[in-house]
């Protein structure tokens, strides 16, 4: 068949072989159509003829490919954002994050991707001790604990000092239908100048 555009055929182990094809109309119109072709074989296993069958999949084709700009779009925004952004569902696995989340983490490559279970994060920082020394009981039951925690349904508000003394303002919501979205803004700078006029107040009631 002539197509306008198509993707690779895929051969299964079945020796079945899909092609997805994007075709001209009469009417000026292009349809996605996905073509199988499966091979009937004869004495000896050799091919004697093939079984082609067509389905017109361009509504899922073009719903997929909204999606796929969806995706695209919301990212570029939440890497516009100077806060850090994650979004967990139901099942706490992360359904988006930006950039800015990764970094002020310090989360390494490809650990915060799209599906991934919180558990997962949180057990990166626990073994680095983010949370503070892995208690008696095992690194599982810290996980466990902070599990619970983000388990409530329920607006957010905490404080995250790092390792590195980052400061991290955070605020969280929940989402409907289940899950959450928790935001991070830096204040590092803030609280260190906050401590500088504690200690400036001190030091004047003292000299008083």
């Not at 109309?25 to 082609?52: F, L």
């Not at 994650?86 to 990764?102: I, K, S």
């Not at 239908?177 to 500088?196: I, K, L, M, N, P």
Request: hydrophobic share 40%.
């Amino acid at each position: 068949m002539e197509a306008g555009a198509a993707e690779a055929p895929l051969r299964g182990p079945d020796g079945v072989i899909n092609r997805l094809c994007r075709l001209p109309m009469p009417d000026g119109s292009r349809r996605w159509v996905r073509e199988e072709s499966a091979p009937v074989t004869g004495d000896g296993g050799r091919v004697v003829q093939w079984i082609r069958t067509f389905q017109d999949v361009s509504l899922l084709e073009e719903t997929r490919a909204t999606a796929r700009s969806r995706e695209t779009m919301l990212a570029t925004v939440l890497d516009t954002v100077d806060q850090g952004i994650v979004a967990f569902d139901a099942d706490l696995r992360v359904l988006a994050f930006n950039t800015r989340f990764v970094a002020m983490h310090g989360l390494p490559p490809g650990l915060c991707r799209q599906g991934v279970g919180m558990r997962e994060l949180i057990r990166w920082k626990a073994l680095r001790e983010e949370y503070g020394p892995v208690p008696p009981d095992g690194v599982d039951a810290l996980i466990e604990a902070r599990l619970e925690a983000t388990r409530r349904t329920e607006p957010h508000s905490f404080e995250v000092v790092r390792l590195d003394g980052t400061v991290l303002d955070a605020h969280g919501n929940p989402m409907p239908g289940g899950g959450f979205v928790t935001s991070y803004a830096d204040v590092t700078e803030a609280r260190r100048r906050e401590a500088e006029l504690q200690r400036l107040a001190e030091a004047l009631g003292e000299a008083k």
